[in-house]
Every structure is written in C-alpha cells, then in structure tokens.
C-alpha cells in the first residue's frame, strides 16, 4: 500500500470522524468510523459493516462517495461503529475482494513495491 493511499484514507476517516452534525447523532453517543489499511485486495477499501449490516462499493464509485454513503446507513440504523475495509466477513464481501484481487493479479508484476519507509527496496 503507497504512502498516499495510506494519507487518502487516514484523511477520510478524520473528515468522517469530525463531521457530526448535532441532533443526527444515534442515542449512546457518536458513530465512530474505522478505516482499515492493507486489507484484501490491495489498494482502495470495497466494503464496509456496522452491526449486521453492510455495504459494497459500485464499480465506478469513488472512494468518498462509498465512504460517505456507508456512513449515512449506518447512521440510519443508529450504529455506533462503522468498519471501512479490512478481510472479507461475508460471503459478498468475499466474492467481490476476490474479483478485485483477480483483476489486481493481471495488473501485478508479483514484486512488491519499494517502501522506503520500512527501510524495504526492490
């Protein structure tokens, strides 16, 4: 994962975090947004959970139109937590990392990338 996803998606989920409008808040207290980083496929999260309840990524939606439509439900239902990203919990979510994965494969040169930050090279 690139250093600017990484800055994208801590970016968005301060802005998620920080965006509570009064009186739109569930009873018990705030709705927290977690974004993972590194989960399956590489790159941008696909999907999203809060409670039982969960939500995947259309094909041509942008990062933050997903985030902010995933919130608005779990808003909605009065969640507390809402998880962008990370491992595949659920069958859909499983079959559409998959698909993502698959396409990333043929993308892919199977070397990973050089992450100075981490002191790695190529």
């Known amino acids: 994962m ?13 802005r998620m975090n920080a965006e509570s409008p009064s009186g739109s808040l569930p009873p018990g207290g705030p ?20 409670g ?27 969640e507390p937590l809402l998880l962008i990203g990370g491992l595949p919990a659920t069958q859909a979510q499983q079959d559409l990392a998959m698909a993502a994965y698959d396409a990333w494969l043929l993308t892919d040169d199977g070397v990973p990338p050089c992450e100075p930050s981490r002191g790695m090279a190529r």
């Open 2 to 14: 690139t250093s600017e996803l990484i800055r994208r998606l801590e970016a968005l989920e301060r």
């Open 31 to 50: 709705l927290r947004v977690v974004i993972f980083h590194g989960g399956l496929p590489p790159g941008e999260p696909l999907f999203a959970a809060a």
């Open 52 to 78: 039982a309840h969960e939500w995947l990524r259309l094909p041509d939606e942008t990062l933050d139109d997903f985030a902010d439509r995933a919130r608005a439900g779990a808003r909605e239902l009065k």
